[in-house]
């Protein structure tokens, strides 16, 4: 049996995870930059609706919705109501952005954008299959950064060089914690 060395874990680990670690870079520097561009899903179709609501905001509930958009013959999932606003969510896409006092709104039908899109539901998938997976993975990227610290010889070891970029690179993350504090 071949004896298991840092650098063979390393990179094989590394191999196992290029794919994911790519697609995770990609979609979190988009997740990122969310305010100025969401590739997620774009826009297939909408149109104007009108819907009439209560006076009660409180009164809006999905008892009321569903009753309320049964002629655009789609299935409620969720809504929410924010700055005057009431946002309800079907199945299969739909998002339908209303104003709460006058009740004018958009019917959006959206897709998601290929590749990105799924790509950045990765970061927002919450099923057991997932979570083990993305456990697993970090794990792996934790024995990935420990078995990395050990692989250079000579004058850029961990113990003579390594060291001091790491404390580098960890100190970035603990500032930026500290001022959001």
Same mark, same amino acid.
């Not at 840092?6 to 990609?26: K, P, Q």
């Not at 456990?135 to 692989?151: A, E, P, Q, Y």
């Given at each position: 049996?071949?004896? #298991?060395?840092?650098?063979?874990?390393?990179?094989?680990?590394?191999?196992?995870?290029?794919?994911?670690? #790519?697609?995770?870079?990609?979609?979190?520097?988009?997740?990122?930059?969310?305010?100025?561009?969401? =590739?997620?899903?774009?826009?297939?179709?909408?149109?104007?609706? /009108? #819907?009439?609501? =209560?006076?009660?905001?409180?009164?809006?509930?999905?008892?009321?919705?569903? /009753?309320?958009? %049964?002629?655009?013959?789609?299935?409620?999932? /969720?809504?929410?109501? &924010?700055?005057?606003?009431?946002?309800?969510?079907?199945?299969?896409?739909?998002?339908?952005?209303?104003?709460?006092?006058?009740?004018?709104? #958009?019917?959006?039908?959206? &897709?998601?954008? =290929?590749?990105?899109?799924?790509?950045?539901?990765?970061?927002?998938?919450?099923?057991?299959?997932?979570?083990?997976?993305?456990?697993?993975?970090?794990?792996?990227?934790?024995?990935?950064?420990?078995?990395?610290?050990?692989?250079?010889?000579?004058?850029?070891?961990? %113990?003579?060089?390594?060291? %001091?970029?790491?404390?580098?690179?960890?100190?970035? =993350?603990?500032?930026?914690?500290?001022?959001?504090?």
């Amino acid at each position: 049996m071949k004896k #298991i060395t840092n650098r063979g874990l390393h990179r094989d680990i590394a191999y196992f995870y290029v794919g994911l670690l #790519i697609m995770f870079s990609f979609s979190g520097i988009i997740l990122n930059h969310r305010q100025d561009i969401y =590739p997620k899903e774009y826009v297939i179709d909408s149109k104007e609706v /009108n #819907i009439t609501l =209560p006076e009660d905001a409180k009164e809006i509930n999905k008892e009321f919705l569903v /009753n309320a958009t %049964k002629e655009l013959k789609l299935t409620y999932e /969720n809504h929410r109501i &924010r700055n005057g606003s009431l946002r309800v969510y079907f199945d299969g896409r739909a998002i339908l952005d209303a104003d709460l006092k006058t009740g004018k709104g #958009i019917l959006e039908f959206k &897709r998601l954008v =290929p590749f990105v899109g799924q790509s950045i539901l990765l970061h927002q998938t919450t099923n057991s299959f997932w979570i083990w997976y993305s456990d697993i993975f970090g794990i792996s990227i934790l024995v990935l950064s420990f078995t990395g610290m050990f692989i250079s010889a000579g004058k850029n070891t961990f %113990k003579k060089r390594g060291w %001091k970029l790491a404390l580098a690179g960890l100190l970035f =993350p603990v500032i930026f914690l500290l001022l959001l504090a």
